[in-house]
């Protein structure tokens, strides 16, 4: 059974930094690509950043510089490291592993997500 589980969020002001960390198992970790999604309120889930097995990493051009994704192989995790936060960031975030299309979660199992919210 897959699991995805993340936690890190939390208030914060505009120009702050906050470490999201998620925890899978049920896979193979190390054999699948990982990415970071997030989804306000009304809005679709959209893509924030990827990470493949080998460590290549894209972000989304809104958070471009200012995020960093990265993962340890030996404790199933990955990171999503935020800082410049801004009030547009305020999102549910979710980890999920990715396909080959780069953009689509690979899993439908969700987990609950980690709240982040930015204040002006």
């Known amino acids: 059974q897959v699991q995805l589980v993340e936690s890190g969020g939390g208030l914060v002001q505009a120009g702050g930094s906050l470490r999201l960390s998620c925890v899978a198992s049920?896979?193979?970790?190390?054999?699948?690509?990982m990415a970071w999604y997030r989804q306000a309120p009304g809005e679709q889930r959209e893509l924030v950043a990827t990470?493949?097995?080998?460590?290549?990493?894209n972000y989304a051009d809104s958070v471009k510089g200012r995020f960093t994704i990265s993962r340890d192989n030996a404790k199933n995790l990955v990171y999503l490291q935020m800082n410049s936060l801004k009030p547009e960031d305020t999102a549910v975030y979710y980890c999920?592993?990715?396909?080959?299309?780069?953009?689509?979660?690979?899993?439908?199992?969700w987990g609950q997500g980690t709240q982040v919210t930015v204040s002006s």
């Open positions: 049920g896979f193979i970790f190390s054999d699948n690509a």
């Open positions: 990470i493949t097995r080998g460590s290549s990493t």
């Open positions: 999920n592993a990715i396909g080959r299309s780069g953009q689509y979660p690979r899993f439908s199992s």
